[in-house]
């Protein structure tokens, strides 16, 4: 198997003239030229390519332009010609690059991160019969942030490319270079270069990774909680605002809701008349940013709406499409305004700065003063009975407000264990969590079939009276009652995925990770 190439740093002090001087082999090096590349490295918000296990860049030369993923792992490459840096897989023909983006993005859309602009020198290294061996590259590299704001060197970096036949010659240059003191790159040119900006990739993620302290006051946990939410609430305004790709409002909307939960279930930590201001003004976030959002989501959907129709009738939804494109675009620019406004600045401020005072002093709150596991634990505990007596309550023939009920406090269990998954064994806790979310997804699904039933039936009834054809609105039809057989499947599949949860094993877990020892004061 060819060896992968390895990259060595020259120390600050060396320039190529020093490091050929030092080399044996130096008079069996022929220069094979200078080239320019100018990379610009790419990625979702998320960072969803770096997650993968790759690189994306955009690479231009004198001669072409291409795109470039790179494996970290095995320095496995898929290359595409292409003349311009996309935004969204689908802007590339089909192909493997293609299929890993699609992939490995979602629904996130691309970002420029980072410029590298290299020059670098060729050798090639021939052996008695003139037959090149190896490649030595001499790269001299700068970065720039895409704004152009923050720029430095990278220094010279000098590469051994193994050819295929000749390994031995690649080992035994590989020991010379070691032997001259050179040491291994570890850091990839696109690690050096995010970091010279101030960034590490996945320094962006909506997950809840908190490190708590189990003996820590509730009242400074629970305000550590709701300033990470708040980072990520906020890192996500100017992504929503520009429309980049759905997933900053989705994003958004998430921090926000988490935030309402948080300030409302770990109790007894706050006076309440000084939290209510905050929970009025993330109701009303909650509430400008749901029009847009779900326009997002039929958007989202529509591809699978127009598949579940029969062949003959698909096209009949395109002025569906169109419709709700427009309807998007005036609940975004409603948005727009709401997240400049004076009222969404003003919340921001008097919430970062209300939660970034340490709580230092003694607290009358009943819970503020407890150590942080015992109300984690009370609190879980409480909405899991809570939960399991609702499950237990509901029948074939309840009314489907009783599942949105549970859907709530199923939300509230999820995001409570999500909050301090810290302070329990990892592998226990995720598997409870899961469960969790499994119902979830099927109770979401109950409630999420009935209300797009019900709006694309209220869109149907607007587009009438614009004059929509007739064959779009009995398409529209068909597609509402796909949408409440789809329900009805929901609602079958509930039972059993609720007993699951209210298994003796799984009852058993919930009680020995979560079920106190320690005498509830306010719960």
Same mark, same amino acid.
């Given at each position: 198997? !060819?060896?992968?190439?390895?990259?060595?740093?020259?120390?600050?002090?060396?320039?190529?003239?020093?490091?050929?001087?030092?080399?044996?082999?130096?008079?069996?090096?022929?220069?094979?030229?200078?080239?320019?590349?100018?990379?610009?490295?790419?990625?979702?918000?998320?960072?969803?390519?770096?997650?993968?296990?790759?690189?994306? @860049?955009?690479?231009?030369?004198?001669?072409?332009?291409?795109?470039? =993923?790179?494996?970290?792992?095995?320095?496995?490459?898929?290359?595409?010609?292409?003349?311009?840096?996309?935004?969204?897989? &689908?802007?590339?023909?089909?192909?493997?690059?293609?299929?890993?983006?699609?992939?490995?993005?979602?629904?996130?859309?691309?970002?420029?991160?980072?410029?590298?602009?290299?020059?670098?020198?060729?050798?090639?290294?021939?052996?008695?019969?003139?037959?090149?061996?190896?490649?030595?590259?001499?790269?001299?590299?700068?970065?720039?942030?895409?704004?152009? $704001?923050? @720029?430095?060197?990278?220094? *010279?970096? *000098?590469?051994?490319?193994?050819?295929?036949?000749?390994?031995?010659?690649?080992?035994?240059?590989?020991?010379?270079?070691?032997?001259?003191?050179?040491?291994?790159?570890?850091?990839?040119?696109?690690?050096?270069?995010?970091?010279?900006?101030?960034?590490?990739?996945?320094?962006?993620?909506?997950?809840?990774?908190?490190?708590?302290?189990?003996?820590?006051?509730?009242?400074?946990?629970?305000?550590?909680?709701?300033?990470?939410?708040?980072?990520?609430?906020?890192?996500?305004?100017?992504?929503?605002?520009?429309?980049?790709?759905?997933?900053?409002? +989705?994003?958004?909307?998430? &921090?926000?809701?988490?935030?309402?939960?948080?300030?409302?279930?770990?109790?007894? *930590?706050?006076?309440?008349?000084?939290?209510?201001?905050?929970?009025?003004?993330?109701?009303?976030?909650?509430? *400008?940013?749901?029009?847009?959002?779900?326009?997002?989501?039929?958007?989202?959907?529509?591809?699978?709406?127009?598949?579940?129709?029969?062949?003959?009738?698909?096209?009949? !939804?395109?002025?569906? +499409?169109?419709?709700?494109?427009?309807?998007?675009?005036?609940? +975004?620019?409603?948005?727009?305004?709401?997240?400049? @406004?004076?009222?969404?600045?003003?919340?921001?401020?008097? =919430?970062?700065?209300?939660?970034?005072?340490?709580?230092?002093?003694?607290?009358?709150?009943?819970?503020?003063?407890?150590?942080?596991?015992?109300?984690?634990?009370?609190?879980?505990?409480?909405?899991? $009975?809570?939960?399991?007596?609702?499950?237990?309550?509901?029948?074939?023939?309840?009314?489907?407000?009783?599942?949105?009920?549970?859907? $709530?406090?199923?939300?509230?269990?999820?995001?409570?264990?999500?909050?301090?998954?810290?302070?329990?064994?990892?592998?226990?806790?995720?598997?409870?969590?899961?469960?969790?979310?499994?119902?979830?997804?099927?109770?979401?699904?109950?409630?999420?079939?009935?209300?797009?039933?019900? $709006?694309?039936?209220?869109? &149907?009834?607007?587009?009438?009276?614009?004059?929509?054809?007739?064959?779009?609105?009995?398409?529209?039809?068909?597609?509402?009652?796909?949408?409440?057989?789809?329900?009805?499947?929901?609602?079958?599949?509930?039972?059993?995925?609720?007993?699951?949860?209210?298994?003796?094993?799984?009852?058993?877990?919930?009680?020995?990770?979560?079920?106190?020892?320690?005498? &509830?004061?306010?719960?």
């Amino acid at each position: 198997m !060819l060896p992968q190439p390895i990259q060595y740093q020259l120390p600050d002090d060396w320039d190529q003239d020093k490091l050929i001087a030092n080399l044996a082999i130096k008079d069996r090096l022929i220069d094979a030229g200078t080239q320019s590349l100018k990379q610009t490295y790419l990625d979702s918000f998320d960072w969803q390519i770096w997650q993968s296990g790759a690189e994306l @860049s955009f690479e231009q030369t004198k001669q072409r332009k291409r795109l470039c =993923w790179v494996e970290r792992d095995s320095a496995k490459q898929i290359e595409l010609e292409f003349d311009k840096i996309p935004r969204l897989p &689908a802007e590339l023909p089909a192909g493997a690059l293609r299929e890993r983006l699609t992939e490995a993005l979602q629904l996130r859309a691309l970002f420029p991160l980072v410029q590298v602009q290299q020059q670098f020198q060729t050798f090639n290294l021939v052996n008695k019969n003139d037959k090149t061996v190896l490649r030595l590259i001499v790269q001299r590299s700068e970065f720039s942030s895409p704004d152009r $704001k923050q @720029s430095g060197s990278l220094g *010279v970096r *000098v590469v051994l490319k193994p050819l295929k036949g000749y390994q031995n010659a690649f080992r035994k240059i590989q020991l010379e270079c070691e032997s001259l003191g050179l040491q291994p790159v570890k850091q990839s040119l696109f690690e050096s270069a995010i970091a010279g900006i101030g960034r590490t990739p996945g320094d962006y993620t909506s997950k809840l990774n908190y490190q708590l302290n189990p003996t820590a006051r509730s009242d400074a946990t629970a305000k550590q909680i709701m300033l990470s939410l708040l980072n990520t609430l906020e890192a996500n305004v100017v992504g929503t605002k520009a429309n980049f790709d759905s997933e900053f409002l +989705h994003d958004l909307r998430v &921090a926000t809701r988490r935030t309402r939960s948080a300030m409302s279930q770990i109790k007894g *930590v706050f006076d309440e008349q000084e939290m209510e201001p905050f929970k009025q003004g993330f109701a009303w976030v909650g509430q *400008v940013t749901g029009p847009t959002r779900d326009m997002d989501v039929y958007l989202l959907k529509f591809d699978n709406y127009r598949h579940s129709l029969p062949v003959a009738i698909r096209s009949d !939804l395109d002025p569906f +499409h169109d419709f709700l494109q427009l309807q998007h675009k005036k609940a +975004h620019a409603a948005l727009v305004r709401k997240l400049n @406004s004076k009222q969404f600045r003003d919340l921001i401020k008097a =919430w970062r700065e209300w939660l970034e005072q340490a709580a230092t002093e003694p607290s009358l709150q009943a819970n503020a003063m407890r150590p942080v596991a015992e109300l984690a634990d009370q609190r879980i505990y409480k909405i899991y $009975k809570r939960v399991i007596k609702q499950g237990n309550a509901i029948e074939p023939d309840s009314p489907a407000e009783l599942l949105h009920d549970l859907r $709530k406090d199923c939300k509230k269990l999820r995001y409570l264990m999500e909050y301090f998954q810290s302070l329990y064994p990892k592998r226990e806790i995720t598997v409870l969590i899961k469960l969790i979310k499994v119902l979830l997804d099927n109770l979401g699904d109950f409630q999420d079939l009935q209300v797009q039933a019900e $709006k694309i039936e209220s869109f &149907a009834a607007q587009m009438q009276e614009q004059g929509a054809p007739a064959s779009t609105l009995m398409a529209m039809g068909i597609l509402v009652g796909d949408l409440l057989k789809r329900q009805q499947q929901a609602r079958e599949d509930f039972a059993a995925l609720f007993n699951n949860l209210n298994s003796e094993k799984n009852t058993q877990a919930f009680k020995r990770l979560f079920k106190p020892t320690v005498i &509830a004061i306010q719960s």
